[in-house]
């Protein structure tokens, strides 16, 4: 496919003055909405001319200075409406109907609301698929979950002891991650958590849960699959140098972005195929039970491996990569390092800077960084 290998267009987006920490894709009207440390979010027009790319603010239809202090986090509803989360401890609900025409946007977009209620940054935020629900991830160390209508916190979830960094919602299911380490899976009915699950050896910087995969990632720059009705991993993925602070997948491929100013492309399906094989058993070992738990390797076994493994050569213009997988190392050792195995199957090195958050569609990849661009990918 050409997510794989094919060639891509790119054009980078300047406008904002500080760091871009969020992004999403509005499909219906096709338009990109980011937020950054500036304390704005844009609303850009994803059908400009490539030839006008790096020109400043080209395809943005409108600035709105949003909190005092920076954007940390942003969702659209299925409503059409946009929330944003601030350093500023607030939450507010925006109404993008004024942006519904693909012109430059000269009146002010209306705030409708402002949830107040965290005692810290807001650093994460989702929507349920009906939107009538928003659940915050906060510093204050809670998740809460809000009514949209009413603006009101209907329940708040505790139980991380550090900052909560990342919060998804697969149908009742919500999970958080956080820089405790841990990542919690919670029924949003009742508010109870269900599962704690400990692997991460940092910080949890995001995750993503649908239906039977969870994926997470943090600041060490491990990556781990999850299977969600056991609660187990699936496998662990190494191929960043540094943090990881952005994904999506959908149910084919995941999408990294990290703070060693790369991102990378990875095949899910193949990672199951290869992760799920039993390994076969030596002479030894026959007759003798395997379940042992896996842990993720440290950064002196992955650095221990040949260059090989890691890395392949550039290809064309594009940087065609293999990462490192290990998964599903079972034994008598618990630190032992599976093999490595094909996980990554793409690198692409085009931003100078740490990226922070990624977003993508049937046809176009969108990261945004540390330096305030975002950078998009056509691959159609």
Request: with cysteine; glycine share 8%.
């Amino acid at each position: 496919s050409k997510w794989r290998r094919g060639s891509y267009q790119m054009r980078t987006l300047l406008g904002h003055e500080d760091e871009v920490w969020c992004l999403d894709i509005d499909k219906a009207n096709n338009r990109l909405i980011s937020g950054s440390s500036d304390r704005t979010f844009k609303v850009w027009n994803m059908d400009i001319d490539f030839d006008m790319a790096g020109s400043r603010n080209a395809s943005c239809l409108y600035t709105q200075e949003a909190h005092t202090a920076g954007v940390c986090c942003l969702r659209l509803t299925s409503g059409g409406k946009l929330v944003t989360g601030s350093h500023d401890h607030t939450i507010k609900v925006w109404d993008l109907d004024t942006c519904n025409n693909i012109n430059t946007i000269q009146a002010p977009i209306n705030c409708g609301q402002v949830f107040d209620g965290h005692y810290d940054s807001v650093m994460a935020l989702q929507v349920d698929e009906s939107g009538r629900y928003v659940v915050s991830g906060s510093g204050d160390k809670r998740v809460r979950v809000w009514d949209l209508a009413s603006g009101k916190c209907v329940r708040t979830l505790e139980g991380h002891t550090q900052w909560v960094s990342s919060v998804h919602l697969d149908g009742n299911t919500l999970v958080s991650g956080s820089s405790d380490t841990s990542i919690k899976l919670w029924d949003m009915g009742t508010g109870r958590c269900e599962t704690t699950l400990h692997a991460h050896k940092a910080p949890v910087l995001t995750l993503q849960v649908s239906r039977r995969r969870l994926v997470s990632a943090a600041r060490d720059s491990s990556i781990i699959l999850w299977d969600v009705p056991s609660r187990k991993m699936v496998a662990p993925l190494y191929g960043h140098q540094e943090g990881v602070e952005g994904l999506q997948f959908d149910d084919h491929k995941l999408v990294t972005g990290s703070l060693d100013c790369t991102l990378k492309i990875w095949d899910l399906d193949a990672i199951e195929k290869v992760a799920c094989k039993p390994p076969p058993r030596s002479p030894q070992q026959k007759g003798r039970s395997l379940n042992v738990p896996v842990t993720v390797p440290s950064r002196s076994q992955i650095s221990s491996l040949p260059s090989a493994d890691r890395d392949l050569d550039d290809e064309s213009d594009d940087i065609i990569s293999r990462g490192t997988l290990f998964g599903c190392g079972e034994g008598d050792d618990e630190d032992a390092v599976a093999a490595p195995l094909p996980g990554c199957v793409r690198t692409i090195r085009e931003h100078r800077d740490a990226v922070l958050c990624v977003r993508f569609d049937n046809a176009r990849l969108v990261s945004g960084s540390f330096d305030s661009s975002i950078n998009v990918y056509d691959f159609s």
